[in-house]
């Protein structure tokens, strides 16, 4: 069965450095991978995706992935840390027999420090 | 534009007591899904449907029945509610399985 692991439950980063996130994932055949963001109390928001070509994708408020098929990872990146990028990201994959199902991870949460 | 509205937002129920969540979307998204969230384990789906007339277990399904009513509405129903049922349960929609599935704001139910 396909899973997604986040093995951080939270990132400390200061304000300006640069931010990763980790992901990695399970799944047989080629993965649809995903970022989502949660402020509190509302709902998840779309990052990023990756389905095919680049490995290196790019996508909201200045945040990219790059793509590793063999290290089977997703991580989540931005060059320079925002206050207000603190938040929780999920990592999410399609299921692995087009089942549309759409597997998240725990969450990591960011904290951005002034 | 509305998206993914899902009611209602807070809830309280009691140990038996049933529920139904309502979901629905305007974006004429094929396929909708019902999460629940709960600290330290992300989002677990309970039901998705694939498309219109389709219903399938997610990860967690036991305690819950879904109705894909329409292609427009997605309920998830609480027969006999449970402590353990004391969640964020998050509705969602994408169009196809390589695009971006859009959220609803949640429902927060307790049981007592």
């Known amino acids: 069965a396909q899973s997604v692991a986040q093995p951080e439950d939270q990132v400390n980063v200061a304000e300006g450095n640069p931010l990763t996130v980790k992901c990695t994932y399970s799944?047989?055949?080629?993965?649809?991978l995903f970022w989502y963001v949660q402020y509190p109390n509302r709902g998840l928001q779309f990052l990023l995706k990756?389905?095919?070509?680049?490995?290196l994708v790019k996508g909201s408020y200045g945040f990219e992935a790059e793509f590793n098929k063999s290290q089977t990872s997703f991580h989540l990146k931005k060059p320079s840390a925002l206050v207000s990028d603190s938040a929780l990201y999920f990592c999410?994959?399609?299921?692995?027999?087009?089942?549309?199902?759409?597997?998240f991870g725990s969450g990591t949460r960011l904290l951005v420090r002034p | 534009n509305a998206g993914v509205t899902q009611t209602p937002k807070f809830q309280v129920l009691k140990t038996g007591q049933s529920m139904t969540l309502q979901c629905a979307q305007d974006?004429?998204?094929?396929?909708m899904y019902w999460y629940r969230q709960d600290p330290g384990m992300g989002l677990r789906l309970i039901y998705y449907?694939?498309?219109?007339?389709?219903?399938d277990k997610g990860e967690v399904p036991n305690g819950y029945n879904v109705s894909r009513l329409n292609k427009r509405e997605f309920s998830l129903r609480l027969e006999s509610a449970a402590p353990s049922q004391t969640s964020v349960y998050f509705c969602?929609?994408?169009?196809?399985?390589?695009?971006?599935?859009?959220f609803g704001q949640g429902t927060r139910l307790t049981v007592v």
């Open positions: 449907s694939a498309s219109e007339g389709t219903t």
């Open positions: 999410a994959v399609r299921g692995e027999d087009s089942s549309y199902k759409l597997i």
């Open positions: 990756y389905i095919t070509g680049d490995n």
């Open positions: 969602a929609s994408r169009k196809k399985d390589n695009t971006e599935a859009f």
């Open positions: 799944v047989s055949g080629n993965p649809y």
């Open positions: 974006m004429n998204h094929n396929s």
